[in-house]
Nanobody, 117 residues
């Protein structure tokens, strides 16, 4: 089993920054990649960013150039640095652990990010 614990959400003004963290524990060896998703009420959860165990990354077009995903393998922790925040970035952010490129095996509990205009 893999467990994921998120932290770092909160309130920011438009143009500001926040950093999210996701700490993994348990069967870490089963994780091939980790990622971030977000969801607003009434909408489907959407992909934000992903990082592989060797550090390759990909991003949703909506966050490219503003958000940076990273990971510290020694600490089994993933980060999402969010800069130039916009009100439309307001959502509950979830971290995810992948077994394979298309198989998410665990979700975090979610952390609220609210961006005021």
């Amino acid at each position: 089993q893999v467990q994921l614990v998120e932290s770092g959400g909160g309130l920011a003004q438009a143009g500001g920054s926040l950093r999210l963290s996701c700490a993994a524990s348990g069967r870490i060896a089963s994780i091939s990649a980790m990622g971030w998703y977000r969801q607003t009420p009434g909408k489907q959860r959407e992909f934000v960013a992903r990082i592989s165990v060797v550090g390759s990354t990909n991003y949703a077009d909506s966050v490219k150039g503003r958000f940076t995903i990273s990971r510290d393998n020694d600490k089994n922790t993933m980060y999402l640095q969010m800069n130039s925040l916009k009100p439309e970035d307001t959502a509950v952010y979830y971290c995810a652990a992948y077994r394979t490129i298309n198989e998410i095996i665990r979700w975090g509990q979610g952390t609220q990010v609210t961006v005021s205009s």
